[in-house]
């Protein structure tokens, strides 16, 4: 009577685990988060505060990728705001999340660059510093490139692209409105933002439609293609643009007060582009291995489109634990990205999942 | 020593008298009146033969009353009744209707023959009087007299098949009269060694015990037609009592498998949030069926089956009570609720770039509810939980929940 019990129960067992692998997915589910089993580094963002001495009431605001392939390295740059503190850029080590450097009054905007014969850039207050690459000590200020005036304030920059010796166009948000800011560099290498322009994207007449989007993510493949995404206001779309090089995009953008993709008379500049799914925080991330989204229905997941084809197609999804607040980055060459999971205050390094 | 017979009637008392059931063996119009047997007949019988002066008149009347007597039972038999005891009455009584009612009270029969037999050296006469105990009433009655000789003998036969022909039809409307069956009980069960009891175990008559999952229950003559109430019993098991409401029936019953009576119970499951793993329970009932204490060791990855990803190693030990909410122990579908408490050890392996590391995680279960099916001797268990984690490792403080909302599912098997 007992073998017999036995026999039954663990045919019922199997039963149960032949059917339940018939639904893989079922098996992916952990109790813990399950992105622990691509985590690479860890830390928690008292942690971090106490070492970078970001004090508790500065919030952390973005968080951004920056590699340097000549060096090898890359870096996780957090930046932090608050009302009673100034604003602070934070370096980490991009494959320790150790803390390197602290910068404060860093200025509005999510500006960072890297420029291979110059540094890296990050914005102080109306200046922008040009940091050595490796050591992240401080090499020049160039002063006064975002200035008061409305001939060259500029928000919300966000990325930098070199357009020759004599200038670099910093792409951002001004006024709610996609545009650029072209910096001049002259002979003796000081440099001076010129006026602001609003870039219009797919008309200009009989409005403007800049202001119905915004600046998600820049991408520049080591094909030499740019890749520029775009989030569409109230929608549940954005556009990922590909220029064939940065000539093309640089060209495009300063051409004039034509829209980035309405024909004009030089169609050479103009791009190619697809529809993407926004992310449900309205964020959308395009690197190497895909263009990224954070997406929340049943469960929620991170999800990886192709975007070289013409309509965006999903690849595959990252599960996230189904109550999970947080934000991701992605390194754009790499396989790493970063994952910052807000419930428990602690900011991770994970490897790729592709 | 009681005979055979009289330990079913006793049987039958007992049935009767803690009232199971609707249909009590005997009559059953007053619950308060005396119990009664209707199936056997008191006979009384006084002679007289003062008249015979000499010895050997006595003698020939013992004679013919030994012969009258004889009659009665032999006819009382083939009509399906049973002669029971036979009391000599000193001398004829002067109220035969009191003296039948009072003896028959005094031994629980309903039915009493009262035969008076006079015998002189001319004549012999007799007269007999069948009373009803029950009801104090003469149901039938006969007399003859004749010349105290041979031919006296046929004519004490006619006399006696009369009076209980005459006896039979005055009780032939009567619907307090019931008939009993002359078959034995068939039962038939899954489990082998049941005990099978008319009554209960503790104050009924065994029946027998299932052999080869089938039973001829003991014969005994219950009424036709009356619910009977019998007791399955096994060492170890929940006993069961049914009700066959027809009484015994040449229809097979089928004793349905008893539960055992779980004082300990262990198994194994899984479920979600850890299907890449199992689960070891064991539960112990201080309250058999009724309440437990359980103590539950899980040990499980997390994997994604991603590229790059390592196994994230749990083990899960909890402890906790639960309590059956429904009255009854043996169901076979049962709802528990509980309460529990667990610590969750995970280790995250060291890889090419991270250190391993490890935490432990505290989770609190105010309530977790079960649905279990229950076989005799093991039983499917789905269980729902919805901890709440301390904060106090990996996990964030908060309520925990499956990666589609909503509490974690668990399966498993228990063996009882």
């Known amino acids: 009577m007992m073998k017999s019990s036995i026999r039954a129960a663990m045919s019922f067992m199997i039963g149960f685990a032949v059917l339940a692998i018939n639904s893989c997915d079922l098996f992916k589910e952990d109790m813990f988060p399950a992105y622990l089993g691509h985590e690479e580094a860890r830390i928690s963002l008292s942690e971090l505060r106490q070492a970078a001495g970001v004090p508790e009431t500065a919030r952390l605001e973005t968080i951004r990728t920056l590699e340097i392939p000549a060096l090898n390295k890359g870096y996780v740059v957090l930046t932090f705001y608050g009302f009673f503190s100034p604003p602070y850029q934070v370096f980490l080590d991009g494959k320790s999340l150790a803390v390197l450097k602290t910068f404060t009054d860093v200025g509005n905007g999510r500006f960072l660059m890297y420029d291979a014969g110059t540094g890296i850039l990050i914005r102080h207050f109306n200046d922008i510093l040009v940091l050595e690459p490796e050591s992240l000590e401080l090499l020049d200020t160039k002063t006064g490139v975002f200035g008061y005036y409305v001939s060259n304030y500029f928000d919300d920059p966000w990325f930098g692209i070199r357009k020759d010796t004599n200038s670099i166009f910093l792409i951002g948000m001004h006024s709610g409105n996609v545009s650029y800011l072209k910096v001049n560099i002259d002979g003796s290498n000081n440099w001076t933002g010129a006026s602001a322009s609003q870039k219009d994207i797919f008309f200009t007449y009989p409005s403007s439609d800049a202001a119905d989007f915004y600046i998600q993510d820049l991408y520049i493949a080591a094909d030499s293609g740019v890749y520029l995404l775009l989030g569409q206001k109230e929608s549940d779309r954005g556009y990922l643009f590909r220029w064939n090089t940065a000539e093309d995009f640089i060209g495009d953008l300063s051409e004039g007060s034509a829209p980035l993709v309405a024909p004009t008379t030089n169609n050479d500049y103009k791009p190619t582009y697809i529809q993407v799914p926004k992310g449900k925080d309205g964020s959308g991330y395009v690197c190497r291995a895909g263009y990224f989204r954070t997406y929340r229905d049943r469960t929620s997941v991170i999800e990886r489109y192709r975007y070289d084809t013409a309509q965006a197609s999903l690849i595959d999804s990252f599960s996230l634990p189904s109550n999970f607040q947080g934000r991701a980055a992605f390194f754009q060459n790499g396989d790493a990205w970063v994952l910052f999971d807000e419930g428990k205050q602690t900011l991770h390094l994970m490897r790729g999942w592709w | ?416």
Request: net charge negative; aromatic share 12%; hydrophobic share 40%.
């Open chain 2, 1 to 416: 020593m009681m005979s055979p017979k009289l330990h079913y009637y006793v049987l039958i008392l007992i049935i009767a008298a803690l009232g199971w059931g609707r249909g009590t063996l005997l009559a059953e119009e007053n619950p308060g009146e005396f119990q009664f047997d209707e199936r056997t007949v008191l006979m009384l019988w006084s002679q007289d033969s003062t008249e015979a002066s000499s010895g050997s008149a006595a003698g020939t009347a013992d004679q013919f009353s030994q012969y009258l007597l004889q009659s009665l039972r032999s006819i009382l038999t083939r009509a399906g009744y049973s002669p029971g005891e036979t009391i000599t009455l000193a001398l004829p009584s002067a109220n035969p209707l009191e003296t039948a009612i009072t003896k028959g009270q005094e031994q629980r029969i309903r039915w009493v023959f009262l035969a008076s037999i006079q015998v002189s050296e001319m004549n012999l006469s007799w007269n007999i009087g069948i009373y009803d105990a029950k009801r104090g009433s003469l149901r039938a009655s006969d007399n003859f007299s004749t010349f105290p000789g041979l031919s006296a003998l046929p004519a004490i036969d006619d006399s006696c098949q009369n009076l209980v022909q005459a006896w039979l039809g005055a009780i032939a409307q009567d619907v307090a009269i019931v008939n009993l069956t002359e078959n034995a009980q068939q039962f038939s069960g899954p489990q082998e060694d049941v005990e099978i009891w008319y009554g209960s175990k503790d104050t009924g008559v065994f029946a027998g015990m299932i052999k080869q999952g089938a039973l001829e229950g003991l014969y005994i003559p219950f009424p036709e037609g009356k619910p009977l109430t019998i007791e399955a019993w096994k060492e170890g098991y929940w006993p069961k009592t049914l009700v066959l409401p027809k009484g015994v029936t040449d229809q097979t019953v089928r004793i349905p498998a008893l539960q055992k009576r779980a004082s300990s119970v262990w198994g194994l499951g899984t479920g979600t949030g850890k299907l890449l793993g199992a689960t070891y329970l064991y539960r112990w009932y201080p309250v058999p069926d009724r309440f437990f204490l359980r103590f539950d060791n899980s040990l499980w990855a997390g994997y994604s089956f991603t590229p790059n990803a390592i196994p994230f190693w749990h083990d899960e030990l909890r402890i906790g009570v639960g309590l059956y909410l429904q009255n009854a122990v043996d169901g076979r579908l049962r709802l528990a609720a509980g309460s529990a408490l667990s610590g969750v050890i995970s280790v995250l392996p060291s890889s090419e770039k991270l250190v391993s590391r490890s935490a432990l995680d505290i989770l609190v279960e105010p309530l977790w509810v079960s649905l279990e099916y229950h076989f005799p001797r093991w039983a499917l268990t789905g269980e729902l939980r919805l901890p709440y984690a301390a904060g106090s490792g990996f996990l964030k403080q908060g309520w925990l929940e499956s990666s589609g909302g909503g509490p974690f599912f668990f399966m498993g098997v228990l063996i009882k």
